[in-house]
């Protein structure tokens, strides 16, 4: 089905452990984007991408590493986890410009 | 850096009321400007957007947002709430043809049967 997904949906790890949050898009949308959701900060930009090898920071990247070697995929990797990183992470695409951003499901990630 | 401020945190309403959301930014250039709203469980889904045009805003569902550009304003309205309106909605704001959104903190919104 057309679409964004995210896997895994829900995830448990521990601390200084490297965990990877994948995204996949099957709209050709240029842009894709990483977000984490808190409670009382909405949702913070963690990097986005232009195009396929194309990456850049957003408001909070400190912690995250992201690649973007194919168009369709954006895997978002924490290298060495932190309870601070405890979130639920939100992967969208869009075609940039006038085009708006369609979301995937989430994934709910628990630092122990 | 561009903010986005949502003052009401948290809304009970019960059905049949209306219902305003605030949404006020900072960025002073030109602005396209979203509704996202997050149903218990669920992804973020758009309701509304503004580019440019009339700035009183038809989205889906029933809602609709007002553009008041001198107030740097956008606010969210539905005159008659349902309970499957339950929901948190996200003001965002991104610079016209920019690719960033910046979001608001969030309205959580309660509708009571």
């Known amino acids: 089905d057309a679409g964004i997904t995210q896997s895994p949906r829900y995830k448990i790890t521990e601390t200084g452990r490297q965990v990877t949050l994948m995204c996949h898009q099957t709209?050709?949308?240029?842009?894709m984007f990483w977000y984490r959701q808190d409670l009382g900060h909405g949702l913070r930009l963690i990097y986005y991408?232009?195009?396929?090898?194309?990456?850049d920071k957003g408001e909070v990247p400190d912690g995250y590493v992201v690649s973007r070697s194919k168009t369709e995929n954006f895997p978002l990797t924490l290298e060495s986890a932190t309870r601070s990183q405890t979130s639920v992470y939100f992967c969208?695409?869009?075609?940039?410009?006038?085009?708006?951003?369609?979301f995937g499901p989430g994934t709910r990630l628990t630092v122990l | 850096a561009q903010s986005v401020s949502q003052h009401n945190h948290h809304v009970i309403l019960s059905e049949a009321a209306s219902l305003e959301l605030g949404c006020n930014y900072s960025?002073?250039?030109?602005?396209?400007l979203f509704w996202y709203v997050q149903y218990p469980g669920q992804h973020l889904q758009l309701l509304l957007k503004?580019?440019?045009?009339?700035?009183l805003v038809k989205g889906i569902k029933g809602f609709e947002a007002e553009f008041i550009k001198s107030k740097f304003s956008f606010n969210l309205r539905k005159p008659s709430v349902q309970w499957s309106d339950t929901a948190e909605y996200f003001c965002?704001?991104?610079?016209?043809?920019?690719?960033?959104?910046?979001f608001g903190g969030g309205t959580r919104v309660l509708v009571k049967p």
């Open positions: 969208a695409s869009g075609g940039g410009g006038y085009n708006e951003q369609f």
């Open positions: 709209w050709s949308h240029s842009y």
């Open positions: 991408s232009a195009a396929a090898d194309i990456t």
């Open positions: 960025y002073g250039g030109t602005v396209n």
């Open positions: 503004y580019f440019s045009g009339d700035p």
């Open positions: 965002a704001v991104r610079q016209a043809a920019g690719n960033k959104l910046t």
